[in-house]
């Protein structure tokens, strides 16, 4: 899978468990630690485990797997490091404590237009 796809696809699977304020971020051309960053909220820690879950087991099926899971047992700031993507799922007061958003605001956003929209 190409890198843009595997970003639509983490941004879908975040979706399909109810993540909330998703921002995708373009990094790579301020950074050298990864090309894109996705930032987003879970409600609770099992919430978040669930966000975390999905992601791994939807890019696992496409034989994309993390090389690195940090914060899961906590599930407060769980970090999915799929090389060149950065998956950051927050509780929304740790999140907002570390504002990676405005760290990264030089960065651009990357937009996705309705990932998981009903097609009702």
């Keep these: 899978m190409e890198t843009l ?12 468990k109810k993540g909330e304020d998703i921002v995708t971020l ?3 051309k301020i950074s050298p ?8 909220s879970g409600s609770v820690p099992v919430h978040t485990r669930a ?11 496409y034989g994309v797997i993390p090389q690195h899971l940090e914060g899961y047992t906590e599930g407060r700031w769980i970090a999915i490091d799929y090389g060149d993507i950065m998956v950051n799922i927050f509780l929304p007061e740790i999140r907002d404590y570390y504002k990676l958003e405005w760290l990264w605001s030089d960065a651009p956003k990357v937009e996705f237009e309705n990932v998981n929209k009903d097609t009702d």
């Design 5 to 16: 796809e595997i970003l639509r696809k983490i941004v879908e699977k975040a979706e399909e």
């Design 26 to 28: 373009e990094i790579g």
């Design 33 to 40: 630690i990864a090309d894109y960053m996705v930032i987003l």
């Design 51 to 61: 966000i975390c879950d999905n992601i791994i087991s939807g890019l696992k099926e």
